[in-house]
């Protein structure tokens, strides 16, 4: 008599989804092992000082320096629009010094690592992803492991360590840029003076916003290059697959950011 | 006892690729593995130095299992092991010297000066008959197909390997360079003494220089022997890729000509 399978048994409705399900669950099994493989195997190589610096100094370079102009733009704008919102909505019925507060707190809690955090995603996250895409189906990575030399330690670690140097120093930059922009239009558009726009802001100021800020783009600095690298590193199928897993990347890399954003209140803001 | 074995090699992606292959490699010998494209045959040569997980088997490299073998036993077969990949794979951003420098081994970088770096590097270039004075500060993407091909076997020789690996060697060249890079490997293999395995689908070539050949098909062995054996087969298989691979010689020697 023939064995029937499990499934054949279910009827196509329950089956169907079932089989979703369970391969969801395979591929999200496979890319955290893929991602704890990564991680163990680029700590290993920071530890036993495989990592080059001038590498790290080239990563930092093409992240923070190159990246500079897109992200002031971006924290420029973030604070003129915050300081317009909140002027309109102030005038009349809130002392308008509070809206020093507002744009200190929205850039410095929020805009500044975020804004410049999704800034990343699309400069140097998609760049990573694209380029570890191209050296793997270019068969360069199985190069580099055929040569006897670690691809985590060349292209993986440098990359990671950067990321962490490279974007608190960029969300810094965003915040002072993103304060200040607010702070003159401010006065441009509501009349508001720099003393009472600082008045405000050291009125609810907390030193540990600064600290929250900064943790926040540690952790993104972090997440932004380790997705981008097993993306890339799992790329196959030619220059159509670059182009697939560059799109997956970008998308799965705004997510992990707009997710890790949410968990941080509860977090740290209780 | 052989210097490379295959063991019941197994290996599926979506589909099986490689079913149960057993294949020995003697000291000093050039050996060929044919087949259709997408048989496994590079897959194969993966395993080698092991590029790729095998669902079962194992390559075992002068008494060294390339799986499940002691830490460190990958390493110590891949400072054996020269790889010539099939489009050279060499590193975008890093130059001829830079490339080539990759091939010598680490330990060894650290040791020797860069004189004595570029000496090597050097030396390697002039054997696969390029000119160092015109290509060291090139970029790959500067260099033409042939050329990078030549740097790719440079970057494989420099650290003077016991085994050289070559996937596709010839693929993408024209007749004329296609010719040249047989003569280079078949001269390299005799003055650098090395065991070599040639994966090519260049029947014609193959045969001239390998003392051995195999054929895959569908993942599996269909042939193992001498190339005398290969030409005298009965295997339809075996004689339907051999008539295949003679005629489209034959086309290209025409559109040559």
Known sequence: ?270 | MSLIRYVDIHKAFDQPVLTGVDLAVEEGEMFGIFGPSGTGKSVLLKSTIGLLELDRGNVIVEGDPVYGGPRGTVQRVRRKVGYVFQNAALFDSLNVWENVEMGIPEEEVQKLSRRERTRKIWDSLELVNLRPQEVLTKLPSELSGGMRKRVGIARAIVGRPRILLWDEPTTGLDPVNTAAVERLIERLSGELRVTSIIVTHDIEGGLQMCGRVAMLHSGVLRFCGTPEAFLASEDPLVRAFSDRSAAQAALDEVEVT
């Open chain 1, 1 to 270: 008599m023939a064995s029937r399978s499990p499934s054949s048994s279910l009827p196509r409705v329950i089956a169907g989804p079932l089989a979703a399900v369970g391969k969801t669950g395979e591929q999200v099994a496979e890319h955290a092992g893929q991602l704890g493989l990564l991680l163990g195997r680029t700590a290993r190589a920071i530890f036993t000082l495989k990592v080059s610096l001038q590498s790290v100094f080239r990563q930092v370079y093409i992240m923070g320096v190159q990246s500079l102009p897109i992200v002031i733009v971006a924290a420029l704008l973030a604070g003129i629009v915050t300081s317009q919102q909140g002027g309109y909505q102030f005038q009349g019925s809130v002392p308008l010094y509070v809206l020093g507060s507002v744009v200190t707190s929205s850039v410095v809690l929020e805009l500044g690592p975020v804004l410049t955090a999704i800034v990343l995603v699309g400069r140097v996250g998609a760049r990573i992803t694209a380029e570890l895409g191209t050296m793997k189906v270019s068969e360069q990575i199985d190069a580099f492991e055929a040569l006897g030399r670690d691809p985590i330690a060349i292209l993986a670690a440098p990359r990671i360590l950067a990321g962490i140097i490279t974007v608190p120093i960029l969300v810094a930059i965003a915040n002072v840029v993103g304060i200040l922009a607010g702070m003159v239009a401010a006065r441009i558009t509501v009349g508001l003076g720099y003393e009472a726009f600082l008045y405000g802001a050291r009125l609810f100021w907390h030193n540990w916003d600064l600290l929250y800020s900064l943790m926040k783009a540690v952790t993104f600095g972090f997440a932004i290059p380790v997705i981008s690298i097993h993306m890339g590193m799992r790329t196959s199928g030619g220059a159509a697959g670059v182009g697939r897993i560059t799109t997956a990347s970008v998308m799965f890399m705004t997510l992990t950011v707009l997710i890790l954003d949410a968990l941080f209140p509860p977090l740290f803001l209780q």
